[in-house]
């Protein structure tokens, strides 16, 4: 059975948002340490823990690594320091920027399917002219259209391979034939001799 999807929500229930709140911190300890080990730069995470009564926060690598690292990123110039960064809400935009993107695409997809599936319908006589609304016609011709210009770059294509084979095999004919012309003159020279005529 494969992994169920987690619904980023906040958990309600304590001894399971404690126990999911401990496992997800260990992680981002360890893929901030691998990240640092694999890439050889300079990471620090501060976690601020409402399960630890004595510090409040938890910090990797360690407290004063993590200082001397926020005191060079405060000193970056500001434009330059907030090049990259981004806040929840900047990314929950760009989240469903891309998913509204994603929707459009498919949407479009979808509906040029449908017509693909309207005109083979309409072509195999399974649907009357008169049962297509003026905008299905209209769609049914936009696709058709665009098939017609698939198969004539296919035809192109093919055409130009076509081209390019003949004009390859062509070519040591081409190379030969004052060789061979050559050849016949002499022969019809030879004959014109025997016969007892002149050139």
């Known amino acids: 059975m494969g992994k169920q999807k987690t619904n980023i929500e906040f958990i309600a229930k304590d001894s399971r948002r404690r126990a999911t709140f401990k496992q ?3 992680n981002i300890f360890k893929k901030a340490s691998e990240l640092s080990t694999l890439c050889d730069v300079r990471t620090c995470v501060i976690i601020d823990n409402p399960y630890e009564q004595r510090y409040g926060y938890e910090v990797l690598p360690s407290e004063q690594e993590a200082i001397e690292l926020l005191h060079g990123f405060n000193g970056m110039p500001s434009k330059r320091r907030s090049a990259k960064t981004t806040n929840p809400e900047e990314m929950m935009q760009q989240q469903t920027r891309k998913a509204q993107e994603q929707l459009i695409k498919l949407e479009l997809e979808n509906r040029e399917l449908e017509l693909e599936i309207l005109m083979h319908e ?12 003026p ?26 391979k076509a081209d390019n084979a003949e004009n390859s095999t062509a070519q040591p004919f081409v190379q ?7 050849h016949c003159k002499k022969e019809n020279v030879k004959k014109i001799q025997e016969s007892g005529g002149s050139c």
């Open 24 to 26: 997800r911190k260990e």
């Open 176 to 182: 030969e034939a004052p060789a061979i012309a050559v």
């Open 122 to 133: 309409y072509m195999a006589g399974a649907r009357a002219m008169n049962e297509i609304s």
């Open 135 to 160: 905008e299905e016609a209209e769609g049914i011709l936009w696709v058709a259209e665009k098939q017609i210009r698939v198969v004539q770059a296919r035809i192109d294509m093919l055409s130009s």
